[in-house]
Structures are given as C-alpha cells and as structure tokens.
C-alpha cells in the first residue's frame, strides 16, 4: 500500500513563528503535492513539486515556501506564521504521467495547524 | 479555468435510503473527473474517477457516477447507505488529466438510523 506520511497531526504556533510541516512518501513518486484544506472552501493547491528541488506554485502559494531536497520529502514552510494561516494541510504523492494513464493521487492524513 | 461546483454542504440521509451528491462541472472540452471520499481525520481516498467511454463509472464502496454532458453533471450515487459512509465527499476536476486537480468545496453526508 502507498504511505503518505504527515509527521505532525496536530500542531500549536504562536504568531510570527516559523512551521514545518514534513511529508514523507514511500512509493518513489515523482509528484508531491501540498493542500490546504478549510470548511467552505474545499482543497486549494499551495504548492506542487514535480521532481527533486523543482516546484510550481498552486492557487495559494502566497505565505508559505517549500522544499523537496530529496525525492521522497516535501516540507512545507509558513516563514511567519499568522492566524489566518490556521487549516488543515494535506500532503499528496503521485507518480509522474496524466492521471488518465492510470495514476492516482495519494493523500495523508493531514496536518492540523492552529497559529495562535 | 477549468471548475467544480457542488451545490449541497450538508446532506443528511437514512441508513438504507438511496444517496445522490451533485456535481456540475464547467469546461469547455471533455474534463476528467472525480469523487473523493475524507473520512473523519482521514485523507482523501479515491472513489472514482471518469476520463472517456462509458458514462456511468462504478467505483469502490458500492458507489457510481454518470457523467452527463447535457447538464455538465458528474453525480454520485449509492442505492442504499450504510452508517460507515458518513463523510465529506469530494468532486474534483482537471483537464486532459494533468496532476494539479481542482475540488469542489464538498459535501458532508450525515447518517442517521
């Protein structure tokens, strides 16, 4: 079975600090995904790394910054965190190829981050 | 941009009573479509997912979706709901099926007995 690690399940920040949020997948995929997810809204797309060190920005990429270093790792950093930040954060992995090939997004169990 | 519309928040159903969700999409070509199920404190499982070819799409869970283009409609059913399928239920979209996909704002399912 795929595993899609979110490290940290339920996180408190103060306001101005810098977050970590980790993911970890063990499928040696190529796409890495970070979502934030809030009640009304739906999944919005933050950030999206299709290869190591490369990344593209999504529909919200403003307030936060990511890293993928190695091929299985994708953090997502809030550099100065603030209340409105406060969401649940939902990492993804995929392999590389159009989901209609038979590919299929892979979600954790998401991170729950309260910026106080 | 490609778009998903899900026009109910909150749907409360019988356990054993039939089950519909909406979805309308908008775009102009074909899109490629999904349901997306979030259990409570889960991530987001596939259900299904419909790309060309047959219109009805049967997924896992007992689940099903028509796509019909006439109304620019992917809904989602099951005939008769069990108390585990209480969730939030997810439509999402993306054309010529590119990994950045759009979701809908969802659909929260209650069951009751």
């Known amino acids: 079975d795929v595993k899609v690690t979110q490290s940290s399940r339920y996180l408190v920040k103060r306001t101005g600090e810098k977050v970590f949020l980790e993911c970890v997948q063990d499928?040696?995929?190529?796409?890495m995904f970070w979502y934030r997810q809030d009640p009304g809204l739906g999944l919005r797309l933050i950030y999206f790394?299709?290869?190591?060190?490369?990344?593209e920005k999504g529909d919200i990429p403003e307030g936060y910054s990511v890293s993928r270093e190695k091929k299985e790792r994708f953090s997502l950093i809030l550099e100065s965190a603030s209340t409105n930040q406060t969401s649940m954060y939902l990492c993804?992995?995929?392999?590389?190829?159009?989901?209609?090939?038979?590919?299929?997004?892979?979600f954790g169990e998401g991170s729950w981050l309260t910026v106080v | 941009a490609q778009s998903v519309t899900q026009p109910d928040i909150h749907i409360t159903v019988s356990e054993g009573a039939s089950l519909e969700l909406r979805c309308n999409y908008s775009?102009?070509?074909?899109?490629?479509l999904f349901w997306y199920v979030q259990s409570p404190g889960q991530g987001l499982q596939l259900l299904l997912k419909y790309f060309s070819g047959d219109t009805l799409v049967q997924g896992i869970k007992g689940f099903e979706a028509e796509f019909k283009r006439s109304q620019s409609s992917f809904n989602l059913r099951k005939p008769s709901v069990h108390w585990s399928d209480a969730a939030e239920y997810f439509c999402?979209?993306?054309?010529?099926?590119?990994?950045?996909?759009?979701f809908g704002i969802g659909t929260k399912l209650q069951v009751i007995p």
């Open positions: 993804a992995s995929s392999a590389q190829g159009e989901l209609s090939s038979g590919n299929t997004i892979y």
């Open positions: 999402a979209t993306t054309p010529g099926g590119y990994q950045k996909v759009t």
């Open positions: 499928m040696d995929h190529e796409n």
């Open positions: 790394s299709y290869d190591v060190k490369m990344k």
């Open positions: 775009y102009g070509a074909t899109p490629y």
